[in-house]
C-alpha cells in the first residue's frame, strides 16, 4: 500500500503540481504521515528558501543600485531621480517586509550585502551608460568600490543617499 501511494504521488507530482500540493497538505492535515511524498517535499521545501533568498537579493540590489544612482548622479532630470526615488521605497518596503517577516534573514542579509553591492554598482553604471534624456553620463570611478551605505541608512525610509529629498 505505501509503495503504490508513493508511485501514485511521483506521478501526480510529475503531472499535476498543484494537485500533489494539495493532496500532500491533506495527508499532513490527516497524520498520513506515511502517504506522505517526502522526497518531493523536501525539494520543493528548499526550493521555497532558495527562491526567497533570490527575491530578497534582487530587491536589496536594486534599492542600491537606485540609491547609488541618485547619489552619483545627483545632477540628473528630476523625472529620472523621481522614479528613483519611487524604486529605492518600493524595495526598500520589500527588504524591511521580509525581514519583519522573517527575522533570521538578518543573518542572511549580513551574508550577502556586499554580493548585493557588488552587482548593484554593475547595474548603476549599466544603466548610466546608456543614459537618455539629458542625464549625464558617469564614469566608473565615480561608482565607489565598497559600499557606501551602513545598514541603517539602507533600511531607513527617509534615507536617499547624500542628497536631500524633495520628496
Keep these: 500500500m505505501i509503495m503504490n501511494n508513493q508511485i501514485m504521488n511521483n506521478q501526480l507530482y510529475e503531472q499535476d503540481f498543484n494537485l500533489w500540493r494539495e493532496t500532500i497538505i491533506q495527508q499532513i492535515k490527516k497524520h498520513n504521515f506515511n502517504d506522505i511524498d517526502?522526497?518531493?517535499l523536501l525539494v520543493e521545501?528548499?526550493?521555497m528558501g532558495k527562491?526567497?533568498?533570490r527575491s530578497f537579493l534582487s530587491n536589496l540590489t536594486i534599492l542600491i543600485a537606485h540609491l547609488l544612482k541618485l547619489t552619483v548622479q545627483a545632477?540628473?532630470?528630476?523625472?529620472m531621480k523621481g522614479s528613483w526615488y519611487s524604486s529605492v521605497t518600493e524595495h526598500r518596503f520589500r527588504v524591511t517586509k521580509v525581514l519583519a517577516?522573517?527575522?533570521?534573514?538578518?543573518?542572511?542579509?549580513d551574508e550577502v550585502i556586499f554580493i548585493a553591492?557588488?552587482?548593484a554598482?554593475?547595474?548603476a553604471i549599466k544603466e548610466s551608460k546608456n543614459a537618455k534624456l539629458g542625464e549625464r553620463k558617469t564614469d566608473d570611478t565615480e561608482y565607489p568600490l565598497d559600499l557606501p551605505f551602513t545598514l541603517e541608512q539602507l533600511l531607513n525610509e527617509d534615507f536617499y543617499g547624500d542628497i536631500a529629498s524633495d520628496i
Excluded at 545632477?75 to 523625472?79: F, I, N, T
Excluded at 517577516?101 to 542572511?108: A, D, H, I, L, V
Design 38 to 40: 517526502w522526497e518531493h
Design 45 to 47: 521545501l528548499e526550493d
Design 51 to 53: 527562491s526567497e533568498k
Design 75 to 79: 545632477d540628473a532630470p528630476e523625472m
Design 101 to 109: 517577516e522573517n527575522p533570521s534573514f538578518k543573518n542572511y542579509l
Design 117 to 119: 553591492y557588488a552587482d
Design 121 to 123: 554598482r554593475k547595474l
